[in-house]
T-cell receptor, first 114, second 116 residues
Framework: SQTIHQWPATLVQPVGSPLSLECTVEGTSNPNLYWYRQAAGRGLQLLFYSVGIGQISSEVPQNLSASRPQDRQFILSSKKLLLSDSGFYLCAWCGTAFPQETQYFGPGTRLLVL | AQSVAQPEDQVNVAEGNPLTVKCTYS??????LFWYVQYPNRGLQFLLKYITGDNLVKGSYGFEAEFNKSQTSFHLKKPSALVSDSALYFC??????????????FGGGTRVLVKP
């Protein structure tokens, strides 16, 4: 069966520091991968998605970047964190068997920027 | 463009009573519709989906949803709510004609509170 991992689970970082959040998927090949941010326990904002290694699409211009160095690894980064980067970051994957794929979410990383 | 509306920020229901969480959508083609549930400080859990076929979809934990094309709705229902159903519920949609990235659009979420 497929599983998705995110780490760290919680992170407290000072303003201006760098960021690296990691997401890995097991039990599937060539998944689509997604990074979302959830602010204030409500709506989800799609930040990035990837359909393959090295292929990243950005949905919202911002202070963050994403990379996919391996098939089942998705990394969210920042060179200098802002206060507004605080939130709950969720990674998701879905299969590519068009058209009935479902997105499955990881446990999330809570980021607090002080 | 695709969009989802969850008109209720919060739904309160007594344990044992029926639960309904409303969702309406807008897409240019045929919709693929999903419901997810989120417990505090956790990721989203998939409940059910409608792709095609029977308009009544049954999912996890006794939940079901009915696809209504004429009303562009996909309301989530449970005949008898449990206190443990208290959580945040998200409806999501994808246009079947949009293949790039299979991106979902999520509603703003509805908080469900089931009181004993």
């Amino acid at each position: 069966s497929q599983t998705i991992h995110q780490w760290p689970a919680t992170l407290v970082q000072p303003v201006g520091s760098p960021l690296s959040l990691e997401c890995t998927v097991e039990g599937t090949s060539n998944p689509n991968l997604y990074w979302y941010r959830q602010a204030a326990g409500r709506g989800l904002q799609l930040l990035f998605y990837s359909v393959g290694i090295g292929q990243i699409s950005s949905e919202v211009p911002q202070n963050l970047s994403a990379s996919r160095p391996q098939d089942r690894q998705f990394i969210l980064s920042s060179k200098k964190l802002l206060l507004s980067d605080s939130g709950f970051y969720l990674c998701a994957w879905c299969g590519t068997a068009f058209p009935q794929e479902t997105q499955y979410f990881g446990p999330g990383t809570r980021l607090l920027v002080l | 463009a695709q969009s989802v509306a969850q008109p209720e920020d919060q739904v309160n229901v007594a344990e044992g009573n029926p639960l309904t969480v409303k969702c309406t959508y807008s897409v240019s083609g045929n919709p693929y519709l999903f419901w997810y549930v989120q417990y505090p400080n956790r990721g989203l859990q998939f409940l059910l989906k409608y792709i095609t076929g029977d308009n009544l979809v049954k999912g996890s934990y006794g939940f079901e949803a009915e696809f209504n094309k004429s009303q562009t709705s996909f309301h989530l229902k449970k005949p008898s709510a449990l206190v443990s159903d208290s959580a945040l519920y998200f409806c999501a949609v994808r246009d079947s004609t949009k293949a790039a990235g299979n991106k979902l659009t999520f509603g703003g979420g509805t908080r469900v509170l089931v009181k004993p």
